[in-house]
């Protein structure tokens, strides 16, 4: 199993822990609201969907997906997720993804969530790139990308499904030298 991970966000009261199976309800209660639909490439039936994703959150293989919940400590509620797919140890690089409840939008959580997340991704695990995807219509996760120092480099047409359709997504990027 992989090592507990819990990371402070400069935001009071608003800490990254793993996630866990606990939170499945009321993650997808919010990826299923038509407004987070229309900026993620999810495609939930059923909450049963989702629970394959925290066996691969459990691995402790190296390269095996990362993901932490965005918590209220001060009542445990879930505010969204975080973490890094697509990671490759030999090019210390990975991926980085997130949702967030829309109740939760414009408050700054995902970008300090995200600055919390970078820092330790520098820091502990020596990566050097860390990517993130987005869609062209996700205006507001691309200004969160570009306050966090990502730059922009360019369009991948048709990467990644998004519910049955090939769909484009701006690439990302942040190099840990300008970290």
């Known amino acids: 199993m992989r090592t507990h991970l819990q990371l402070r ?10 996630v866990q199976r606990s ?20 495609n939930l039936r059923d909450l049963q969907d989702l629970l394959p994703q925290f066996d691969l959150f459990a691995s402790a293989e190296a390269g095996s997906q990362i993901r932490l919940a965005i918590v209220d400590e001060r009542d445990g509620r879930l505010l969204g997720t975080i973490g890094f797919h697509t990671i490759s140890v ?13 109740a939760y939008w414009g408050q700054g959580i995902v970008a300090s ?19 993130a995807t ?11 990308l ?12 048709s990467f990644r499904q998004v ?3 090939a769909g484009d997504f ?8 300008d970290a």
């Open 9 to 18: 966000t400069d935001q009071p009261h608003i800490i990254l822990r793993d």
């Open 23 to 42: 939170d499945a309800p009321a993650w997808y209660a919010y990826l299923q609201l038509p407004q987070t639909i229309e900026h993620t490439s999810w």
């Open 90 to 102: 030999p090019n210390r690089s990975a991926e980085l993804s997130y949702d967030l409840d829309p």
């Open 113 to 131: 969530a995200a600055r919390a997340l970078l820092t330790w991704a520098y820091s502990e695990m020596g990566w050097v790139r860390i990517q």
């Open 134 to 144: 987005v869609l062209p219509s996700n205006l507001a996760s691309i200004r969160v």
């Open 146 to 157: 570009e306050k966090l120092g990502f730059e922009r480099e360019g369009l991948l047409r």
């Open 163 to 165: 519910r049955g359709v």
């Open 170 to 177: 701006l690439m990302y990027s942040r190099l840990a030298q």
